[in-house]
Every structure is written in structure tokens, then in C-alpha cells.
């Protein structure tokens, strides 16, 4: 089966621009999370979508991050203004059933973002 | 509050040096526990899934076992294709998300 398909692979903006990342699921997959990977720790969860709506997003700094899965399929993440402390790796996962009841996360590749 | 620690943060073994990877976690009411490979540039790749005390999982160089308090990833005379991040992570209580450890970078020299 396809994977977890993501892009760009890599992204440098400067502070206060804008920036969007792109996440197609693997098909059938009911549930999508973007995680947030800073350099030297574990992944840390921004948000969680079941089909098309939100299911966690208390971790989402909503103030410059939003995110949105239009027909239960494909999501994008946007931050907007970007800070320097957004420099990250930015993954996207999806899994079968909702969350980890038997259903491992299957992980894209990420979108490596610098701000300079 | 929930909370998973891995180490060491680093380890560095020769070809065929067999070694044991830590995760401890503060978590009521576990859920499952779950490890992951990450290798440079790429997202993590699962590994496998514990859900209860005394449970082992094998695969190739690789055996998990599951303990109340930690788990370890024991790595048999590995190899250097087994260099990677190994990442641990347990579910949140009352939530199905996973909240992850900060990984042990693993190389292996010939």
C-alpha cells in the first residue's frame, strides 16, 4: 500500500511569513495527526482528526497554527505569522482505527522548516 | 502528569555488541506501549506494540519487553543497518494520542 504521502520535503521562510504543509493519508485511513519534531526530542502532537473533524487539538498554538481536512481525506497545516521557535520537522501520520486501540501511526516523511 | 523517559540518549556499540534501550513512563491505567525506528530524514517506522506486564515481541535483532514501570528494547548482535533513533511512546490518558519519548540515537560500527 502507498504511504503516508507529504510535501513540501523541505521549506525556509523568513519570520512573520506564511507557510503551508500538505498530508495525503493512506487510503481508507480514518484517523490523521500532525506532529511537531523539534531537533533532538520526540515527535509532540498538535493535532488529531477523525474523518473531518477534530478530535484533539489542545496542543495547537491557535493563535498562528490552523489546520483543516476537508472531506475526511487529505489535510493541510498552516502556520501564519511563522516564528523563529516553528523550526521543526512537521510530520503527518494516519492510522486505521481512532488513535492507538490496535492501530498503529503510520508516519509520512515530514516537512523540514527553517525561519530565519 | 504523563510522561516518557528514554535512555540512554545516546549509545554507541561495535558490530555484534549486544545492548538494552530503556523507556520508563509515568502513566496510569496503561494503554499499550508502543516503539518506533526513525531513521535521518525519514518519518518513524513502527516497530511493535506491548500491552501488558511480562509481554515480549521479537523482530530479527530485536526483542521489547514490558515491565509496569518500563519497558526495554533489547538489540542482539546488531549491525549497522540497525543505527537509528528508537523511539518509545505511550498513550495519553482519557485520549487516544501518542505521547512520545525523546529517543535513544543508536549507532552501530563495524
Known amino acids: 500500500e502507498a504511504g503516508v504521502a507529504q510535501s513540501p520535503r523541505y521549506k525556509i521562510i523568513e519570520k512573520r511569513q506564511s507557510v503551508a504543509f500538505w498530508c495525503n493519508p493512506i487510503?481508507?485511513?480514518?484517523?490523521l495527526y500532525w506532529y511537531q519534531q523539534i531537533l533532538g526530542q520526540g515527535p509532540k502532537l498538535l493535532i488529531q482528526?477523525?474523518?473531518?473533524?477534530?478530535?484533539?487539538d489542545s496542543q495547537l498554538p491557535k493563535d498562528r497554527f490552523s489546520a483543516e481536512r476537508l472531506k475526511g481525506v487529505d489535510s493541510t497545516l498552516k502556520i501564519q505569522p511563522a516564528k523563529l521557535e516553528d523550526s521543526a520537522v512537521y510530520l503527518c501520520a494516519s492510522s486505521l482505527g481512532f488513535g492507538t486501540d490496535n492501530s498503529p501511526l503510520h508516519f509520512g516523511n515530514g516537512t523540514r522548516l527553517t525561519v530565519t | 502528569e504523563d510522561q516518557v523517559t528514554q535512555s540512554p540518549e545516546a549509545l554507541r556499540l561495535q558490530e555484534g555488541e549486544s545492548s538494552s534501550l530503556n523507556c520508563s513512563y509515568t502513566?496510569?491505567?496503561?494503554?499499550?506501549l508502543f516503539w518506533y525506528r526513525q531513521d535521518p530524514g525519514k518519518g518513524p517506522e513502527f516497530l511493535f506494540t506491548?500491552?501488558?506486564a511480562g509481554e515480549e515481541k521479537e523482530k530479527e535483532r530485536l526483542k521489547a519487553t514490558l515491565t509496569k514501570k518500563e519497558s526495554f528494547l533489547h538489540i542482539t548482535a546488531p549491525k549497522p543497518e540497525d543505527s537509528a533513533t528508537y523511539l518509545c511512546?505511550?498513550?495519553?490518558?482519557?485520549?487516544?494520542?501518542?505521547?512520545f519519548g525523546a529517543g535513544t540515537r543508536l549507532a552501530v560500527h563495524p
Open positions: 482528526f477523525q474523518n473531518n473533524g477534530v478530535v484533539d
Open positions: 502513566v496510569s491505567g496503561l494503554r499499550g
Open positions: 511512546a505511550v498513550p495519553r490518558r482519557g485520549y487516544n494520542k501518542l505521547i
Open positions: 487510503s481508507g485511513h480514518a484517523t
Open positions: 506491548l500491552y501488558s
